[in-house]
């Protein structure tokens, strides 16, 4: 297959798949290239990490979900002196809000 006098561009290789318009000279990009999928090996995509838990969270060694404590950003004056001592770092997630976290980061196991 030739390109049309004036364009300038080389054929593009083989590779048993046509133009969808033969108006026009198409791109041929080497990222477009590789990024096709491979037939031979067909791999899932990879899951993303919601970035504001792993800002948030971080997973234990026995697999436990650890925050930081909540209801210290302000306010502090009403606040007893037990509440704000009890509230010192962080702490441990309950089973269903540590399913939900884990949700959001796959490959923190």
């Given at each position: 297959m030739?390109?049309?006098?004036?364009?300038?561009?080389?054929?593009?290789?083989?590779?048993?798949y046509t133009r969808a318009s033969t108006t026009r000279p198409a791109m041929?990009?080497?990222?477009?290239?590789?990024?096709?999928p491979n037939e031979e090996d067909p791999e899932m995509p990879k899951m993303k990490t919601k970035s504001s838990a792993k800002k948030r969270f971080k997973v234990t060694a026995k697999g436990r979900v650890v925050a930081g404590q909540a209801g210290k950003r302000h306010g502090m004056i009403k606040r007893s002196t037990k509440f704000i001592r009890t509230a010192r770092g962080t702490t441990i997630l309950s089973k269903p809000d540590e399913k939900t976290v884990k949700g959001y980061m796959p490959y923190a196991r």
């Open positions: 030739a390109n049309p006098p004036g364009f300038g561009l080389a054929s593009p290789p083989d590779r048993g041929w990009h080497a990222e477009s290239r590789d990024n096709r």
